[in-house]
Nanobody, 116 residues
Framework: QVQLVESGGGLVQPGGSLRLSCAASGFTFSNYAMNWYRQAPGKERELVAAITRSGGSTNYVDSVKGRFTISRDNARNTVYLQMNSLKPEDTAVYYC?????????WGQGTQVTVSS
């Protein structure tokens, strides 16, 4: 069974940094692109960052460009989201996502709160 488990969320001050991890299992991790989404209260879930199978190409929503970096370690079946210069508007539940055989899979989410 496909499983995605996020970790690394927490409370951080504006301008601070946080690194999220997503441990994947149940599929051939290196064969699939991976994504990070986030959802703030009252808002739609939005795609934050995406990375290709080998990590050679990445894409980001405009609001996080230059601050967030998605990466992956295929040997560890893990995708990361390094978040720097965090802003209060980054506060959300962050979800790891994979599309495997045309099915969306989601982790349980990890809460990121940016507040002074």
């Amino acid at each position: 069974q496909v499983q995605l488990v996020e970790s690394g969320g927490g409370l951080v001050q504006p301008g601070g940094s946080l690194r999220l991890s997503c441990a994947a299992s149940g599929f051939t991790f290196s064969n699939y692109a991976m994504n990070w989404y986030r959802q703030a209260p009252g808002k739609e879930r939005e795609l934050v960052a995406a990375i290709t199978r080998s990590g050679g190409s990445t894409n980001y929503v405009d609001s996080v460009k230059g601050r967030f970096t998605i990466s992956r370690d295929n040997a560890r079946n893990t995708v990361y989201l390094q978040m720097n210069s965090l802003k209060p508007e980054d506060t959300a539940v962050y979800y790891c996502n994979a599309v495997v055989l045309y099915t969306n899979y989601w982790g349980q989410g990890t809460q990121v709160t940016v507040s002074s």
